[in-house]
């Protein structure tokens, strides 16, 4: 496991806020993702916003994955009849199943049992990184600097060694 703590990549990042209600003026955990990613010297290469609809967002998906290394989706991961980005992306990854779990684990320890509504998750698609998180800032915040940002390089090093 230190292998990978040798090696750093300069990778580009997509932001997609799914949502019907925000636009790039009220977009707050759009803002707040790319903020953290650009305070930590992180490329962002394009950023989006597209309705809770599972076209749209697979359609995000395909044209962020063209621009960029890792895309990191935010809103939609509920469980109200609007949230679809996990059935939008599920199809298309090579799942990372721990994602979801240390998401959940470390929002419990901020918010309690109702971290377990949250559908959170990352995988793999033609050899980008995704992740799908809740569209809250302070969940936007926990998924980029507590688990994205500490162990992107060790993901990358992992689906790229030979």
Same mark, same amino acid.
């Given at each position: 496991? @230190?292998?990978?703590?040798?090696?750093?990549?300069?990778?580009?990042?997509?932001?997609?806020? +799914?949502?019907?209600?925000?636009?790039?003026?009220?977009?707050?955990?759009?803002?707040?993702?790319?903020?953290?990613? $650009?305070?930590?010297?992180? $490329?962002?290469?394009?950023?989006?916003? +597209?309705?809770?609809?599972?076209?749209?967002?697979?359609?995000?998906?395909?044209?962020?994955?063209?621009?960029s290394?890792?895309?990191?989706?935010?809103?939609?991961?509920?469980?109200?009849?609007?949230?679809?980005? !996990? $059935?939008?992306?599920?199809?298309?990854?090579?799942?990372?199943?721990?994602?979801?779990?240390m998401?959940?684990?470390?929002?419990?320890?901020?918010?309690? +049992?109702?971290?377990?509504?949250?559908?959170?998750?990352?995988?793999?698609?033609?050899?980008k990184?995704?992740?799908?998180?809740?569209?809250?800032?302070?969940?936007?915040?926990?998924? +980029? @600097?507590?688990?994205?940002l !500490?162990?992107?390089?060790?993901?990358?090093?992992?689906?790229?060694?030979?």
């Amino acid at each position: 496991m @230190e292998e990978h703590k040798r090696h750093s990549y300069r990778l580009k990042f997509s932001v997609v806020t +799914v949502s019907t209600t925000r636009n790039e003026k009220n977009d707050e955990s759009g803002r707040l993702i790319m903020d953290i990613l $650009e305070k930590n010297g992180i $490329e962002v290469s394009h950023y989006s916003i +597209v309705k809770d609809d599972i076209l749209e967002i697979r359609n995000a998906l395909f044209s962020s994955a063209k621009r960029s290394d890792v895309i990191i989706f935010n809103g939609g991961t509920g469980i109200s009849k609007n949230d679809v980005t !996990p $059935e939008a992306l599920t199809p298309f990854l090579r799942h990372i199943p721990g994602f979801g779990e240390m998401f959940r684990l470390l929002s419990y320890q901020e918010i309690g +049992v109702s971290a377990m509504m949250s559908r959170a998750i990352a995988g793999i698609f033609n050899g980008k990184v995704v992740f799908a998180i809740p569209g809250s800032p302070s969940a936007c915040r926990l998924a +980029v @600097e507590r688990i994205i940002l !500490p162990e992107i390089n060790h993901i990358w090093y992992e689906i790229n060694k030979e």
